[in-house]
Structure formats: structure tokens, C-alpha cells
């Protein structure tokens, strides 16, 4: 148990090489918030206007009328981690808006077993301890018309904190800026996410990292060097557009896209040197605004097969929501926990405008 600990902790700090851009640094603020927007397949940069749009693009706060919250619970890899998401937001004047959102992503009670066996060679159940490791992202909200009709910004501030038990501990600052634009009833978007790159600074408690440095295989002592403190994230782009068409009898369909972009070389379907693009597509049908049903597709990613042949894979996601006198209940099926299996998990979240209590 000692050596896996030793592993998981060395692992984890693999992505902390000083100066070195990383592939899933904070990958956990990519995830996505809200049920409604998993069912799209988080197609929402162009169209996204209420409490949540702090993170999808904070521009779209400036559609809030009054004041809204909202509230959001997912399980993640077969119920063994859990994410949460609690956002605020308010209309400042008819030109501005403010939000600010916390993100947990986090897996409890860990059993440290790093002291199971004491200086005798004895096992001693009772030296077994818990520990969490957990990610948090906050963020700060802050949008504003522009003199151009149609045209609008917003940018975000991003502080971010991550545990793992007494092992270690980082903070991160980071920056969005993100603009939408309407004309004709179409719907342009784009999110600049992590503009400046994010930049995590990680402290390690020696003292318990020795306690897990000398693992032993083979009769053979691994020493392991503290691992580097510096984590940086790249900038990534979304793109978007999206366009709602009204029928008769009170239905509708809302039409959106994203292009979701990496400067770097991922498995996305365009793939080179420099950027890697993945599309999504999300479509969320309306009764009388009562009642949606939604679907989308996204995550495109080139997968490489046993046989060693390419196939395109991409995940689907479906999604139910009901809106009721200020209060939304949203629900998706979602390949959030795997995203190459078909391991599907159940979110919730609701959102509520705090008007309906005035």
C-alpha cells in the first residue's frame, strides 16, 4: 500500500514540471457546469444567458434580470469522486452585470496507510488515517455592454486551491475574457479561457513526503526526488454560434455549436502542431417554456483502435429540463465519469431567480 500511495502521489506531481505547460493542468475547471448545458453537450458559448454563464462566458450574465443562484451535483468516475458547483449572479444597471461561482471536485476519505506499519515490522491497523484530495475553482464574474449595438464583453478572474491531504498544496490565479454578439436573431460566442495561462504554484510538506520516499520493490529503494513546484495552463478558444427558431403551438428549438480549441497536439479530429479543434453540436427542444427536452454531441476524438486503425469517437448526451415561475430543474445523462467507455453519470442542478421572492 505504501508503494501505491508512493505512486499515486508521484503521478499526481508528474504535471508539476517548473516552467512546463501540462495537458490536464486544472482539468478539472474543463469539465463543465450545469445540466442543461451536459445535454447540449456544452454548446453554450454563443447563447448562454443566466447565472451560469460566469463559466461558460461571462458575457452572458448581462441577460439576468434581477438576481439568480444556482446549484449543481455530479458524480464522477463511478461515484468515487464528487462535483459540486454553487454560482451567483446580479444585474448591476442596464449595462453591467457581476457573478461569482466556487467549483469542488474532490475525492474523500482516502486511506493513508503510509504509516501501517510501524518500526518493528508489525502491522497496526489503528496507524490507518483518511485524507482528501480536492480541487476548488473560484471565480469572479464582472460584464459590460458595449456602445456597438448587439456587441458585449465579460471577463473572469480565477483563483484557484488545490489539497491533497497534509502532501501538498497549491494556489492558482488565472483570466477569461469572453464576447458575444447578436444580430438578425443568430448568436455569435467566444471564450478566451486561462488568456494570460494559469499559473499554480505548488508548497510540499517534506516532512510527509519522506514518509512515503523510500518505497521498496525488488528489495530495492526507489529514492524519489521532491517533484517540481511550477504548473502553468495553457490558453484555450471557444467559438460558438447558435440561432432559436419558433414554431406554432408554442414549440421551439434552439440550435447551437461550439469549436472548441487546444494550442496544442491532442486526439481531437483536426489535429496539428500548433491547434487542435473538436466540435460540438447541442439541440434543446421547448414547450411554452415549460418543458425541454435536449441531446448533443461532442468530444470528437481520434481513438486508436486494438488493431492499430483510427476510429472517430464522440460522446452523447441527453437531457430533460423544467422551468417553472423562476425556478429551472435540469437533468442530463452524460458520459461525464469515462470518456471513451460507455460510462454514463446522472446530473442534477437547479436555478432559481431570486426575484420570485421579492
Known amino acids: 500500500m505504501k508503494k501505491l500511495l508512493l505512486f499515486v502521489f508521484i503521478l499526481v506531481f508528474e504535471l508539476t514540471n517548473s516552467q512546463t505547460a501540462r495537458k490536464y493542468s486544472n482539468e478539472f ?9 451536459f445535454g447540449m453537450a456544452n454548446a453554450m458559448v454563443s447563447h448562454t444567458g443566466d447565472v451560469n454563464s460566469g463559466y461558460w462566458n461571462p458575457t452572458g450574465l448581462l441577460q439576468i434580470e434581477d438576481s439568480e443562484l444556482s446549484l449543481m451535483h455530479a458524480s464522477y468516475f463511478a461515484n468515487i469522486a464528487q462535483y459540486d458547483y454553487a ?11 457581476w457573478g461569482a461561482s466556487m467549483i469542488r471536485f474532490g475525492v474523500d476519505d482516502i486511506l493513508n496507510t503510509t504509516q501501517l506499519i510501524d518500526s518493528n515490522g508489525n502491522i497496526d491497523y489503528n496507524r490507518i488515517s ?16 458595449l456602445p456597438i449595438q448587439g456587441l458585449q464583453y465579460g471577463v473572469n478572474a480565477k483563483v484557484i486551491r488545490r489539497i491533497i491531504g497534509d502532501f501538498a498544496s497549491s494556489w492558482g490565479f488565472g483570466f477569461d475574457f469572453g464576447m458575444q454578439f447578436e444580430k438578425n436573431d443568430w448568436k455569435f460566442g467566444v471564450m478566451l479561457r486561462d488568456i494570460t495561462t494559469t499559473y499554480n504554484i505548488w508548497n510540499i510538506n517534506e516532512e510527509e513526503f519522506k514518509k512515503i520516499q523510500d518505497a521498496q520493490t525488488q528489495n530495492q529503494f526507489q529514492n524519489q526526488d521532491l517533484p517540481e513546484t511550477n504548473e502553468i495552463t495553457l490558453p484555450k478558444a471557444q467559438f460558438g454560434l447558435s440561432k432559436k427558431f419558433d414554431f406554432h403551438n408554442d414549440m421551439s428549438l434552439l440550435a447551437a455549436t461550439n469549436l472548441n480549441m487546444e494550442f496544442q497536439q491532442t486526439n481531437d479530429i483536426i489535429s496539428t502542431s500548433a491547434v487542435s ?6 439541440f434543446e427542444f421547448g414547450y411554452n417554456n415549460l418543458a425541454f ?13 486494438l488493431d492499430g486503425s483510427e476510429k472517430v469517437s464522440f460522446q452523447p448526451n441527453i437531457g430533460l429540463g423544467f422551468h417553472y415561475k423562476g425556478i429551472s430543474v435540469d437533468y442530463a445523462l452524460t458520459d461525464l465519469g469515462n470518456q471513451s467507455a460507455a460510462l454514463y453519470s446522472n446530473v442534477f442542478s437547479v436555478k432559481i431567480d431570486l426575484s420570485i421572492f421579492r
Request: glycine letters at 10%; hydrophobic letters at 45%; zero cysteines.
Open 293 to 305: 427536452v435536449r441531446a448533443g454531441a461532442g468530444n470528437f476524438q481520434n481513438s486508436l483502435q
Open 87 to 97: 454560482a451567483y449572479a446580479k444585474k448591476i444597471d442596464d449595462r453591467s452585470a
Open 277 to 282: 479543434i473538436a466540435p460540438a453540436i447541442g
Open 29 to 37: 475547471m474543463n469539465i463543465g457546469v450545469d445540466a442543461r448545458a
Open 130 to 145: 483518511l485524507f482528501s484530495a480536492a480541487d476548488y475553482g473560484v471565480t469572479f464574474s464582472y460584464a459590460r455592454k
